[in-house]
T-cell receptor, first 116, second 116 residues
Framework: DARVTQTPRHKVTEMGQEVTMRCQPILGHNTVFWYRQTMMQGLELLAYFRNRAPLDDSGMPKDRFSAEMPDATLATLKIQPSEPRDSAVYFC????WGRGLRSPLHFGNGTRLTVT | AQTVTQSQPEMSVQEAETVTLSCTYDTSESDYYLFWYKQPPSRQMILVIRQEAYKQQNATENRFSVNFQKAAKSFSLKISDSQLGDAAMYFCAYRSRADGVQKLVFGQGTRLTINP
């Protein structure tokens, strides 16, 4: 059963430190999303890639967040410097999205980030 | 912008009974898909059911069914014969091709508790 793999599962860091979260999408999927989940805001879209090209990162704080796909098997989300308000669960999701709308997104188990 | 609203932050039901979770959405698009995702305590986001806007017939997956009212922009989830394993957060999600960019927009979620 193919899965989206995220690492690390948990991360605790101090304010000001750099944080890198990694995601391995399902092989063959052409679309990768990053979402952030908090109690207050729910699931927020941060960034969206199609065929490794960034299509939309309007939901991401540009001054400290960056998202990349160095190759088709790896997506990264980096926060530098991290702040306590970044504490959340970060989800990566992948899908095989084309012209149709039927295909769902497959989610990883998330990275729970705590910034102290 | 498309928005998805889940007006019930929490719901509870007795085991073996039926419960309905509500979801409304706002869109000017005619072609879209709707999804229900389940998030148990493990954090994994699991697809429960999906509905294409052009289909009048309501989707059904075993004990899960939807009541899709396109004119009212309503997409409720009915869980029959509730089981303890159904306890989770449930998210309604909307996908379309607005502005040429496909996105999956989520509601705030409903926490479902199953009482034994």
């Amino acid at each position: 059963d193919a899965r989206v793999t995220q690492t690390p599962r948990h991360k605790v860091t101090e304010m000001g430190q750099e944080v890198t979260m990694r995601c391995q999408p399902i092989l063959g999927h052409n679309t990768v999303f990053w979402y952030r989940q908090t109690m207050m805001q729910g699931l927020e879209l941060l960034a969206y890639f199609r065929n490794r090209a960034p299509l939309d990162d309007s939901g991401m704080p540009k001054d400290r967040f960056s998202a990349e796909m160095p190759d088709a098997t790896l997506a990264t989300l980096k926060i530098q410097p991290s702040e306590p308000r970044d504490s959340a669960v970060y989800f990566c999701a992948s899908g095989n999205w084309g012209r149709g709308l039927r295909s769902p997104l497959h989610f990883g188990n998330g990275t729970r980030l705590t910034v102290t | 912008a498309q928005t998805v609203t889940q007006s019930q932050p929490e719901m509870s039901v007795q085991e073996a009974e039926t419960v309905t979770l509500s979801c409304t959405y706002d869109t000017s698009e005619s072609d879209y898909y709707l999804f229900w995702y389940k998030q148990p305590p493990s954090r994994q986001m699991i697809l429960v059911i999906r509905q294409e806007a052009y289909k009048q017939q309501n989707a059904t997956e075993n004990r899960f069914s939807v009541n899709f009212q396109k004119a009212a922009k309503s997409f409720s989830l009915k869980i029959s014969d509730s089981q303890l394993g159904d306890a989770a957060m449930y998210f309604c999600a909307y996908r379309s091709r607005a502005d040429g960019v496909q996105k999956l927009v989520f509601g705030q979620g409903t926490r479902l508790t199953i009482n034994p």
